[in-house]
């Protein structure tokens, strides 16, 4: 009866542990982090999106920046693209789904703005389009996604953190767990310095 759950959180446990034990991966979140902060120092924002649970991921990572992670300091610019659902119908009635987070970013980003692009396949268009329209604006990019994606968007990353897995509920648990890695860092910078 407790067979599949105990499967599931073992292979939960175990893309972790092989998040953990690669250090090229733990540097690549450090990293991003570090983006995160001298987008800040410039003034920058931090623009989120992802589609289904990765736009509640996008919406939950933009109020850690906003609010709080675990302390009170400075409030950062930070908004999820998926979360004006006028904007996304719009965008997707009058154009098409596949530019309703771009449109926004040739709207909203600016060269000194960061981009997190969250997608566990890394194949999703819309988000593939927002990092070409974040680039052309000169914007840094952080793509989450996972193992599954080829070459090409991982390139056009200034950081790219693949989860280890296949899995998609898998992979969505390890970039939560990684959103808020980068939240942490970036607090921690946040309560010494603004």
Do not use: W
């Not at 006028?86 to 703005?113: H, K, M, P, W």
């Not at 997608?119 to 999703?124: H, R």
Request: hydrophobic share 45%; with cysteine.
């Amino acid at each position: 009866m407790l067979d599949d759950i105990r499967h599931y959180i073992e292979h939960s446990i175990d893309v972790k542990t092989a998040i953990l034990n690669n250090d090229r991966l733990l540097l690549k979140i450090y990293q991003a982090s570090q983006l995160v902060i001298s987008s800040i120092r410039r003034k920058g924002k931090i623009l989120i999106a992802g589609n289904g649970g990765s736009a509640a991921d996008a919406m939950h990572m933009a109020t850690e920046f906003t609010v709080k992670f675990y302390s009170p300091s400075s409030p950062l610019a930070a908004i999820a693209l998926s979360a004006d659902s006028c904007v996304i119908t719009a965008a997707g009635n009058d154009f098409n789904f596949e530019y309703v987070f771009s449109r926004q970013i040739e709207a909203l980003g600016c060269e000194n703005d960061v981009f997190i692009a969250i997608s566990t396949s890394g194949t999703s268009k819309n988000i593939l389009n927002a990092i070409d329209a974040a680039k052309r604006k000169n914007m840094q990019v952080i793509f989450l996604t996972s193992e599954m994606l080829g070459v090409t968007y991982l390139q056009k990353a200034d950081i790219a953190l693949c989860v280890p897995s296949n899995d998609i509920p898998l992979i969505q648990e390890a970039h939560g767990m990684i959103e808020h890695l980068i939240c942490l860092e970036v607090e921690k910078e946040r309560v010494r310095e603004f």
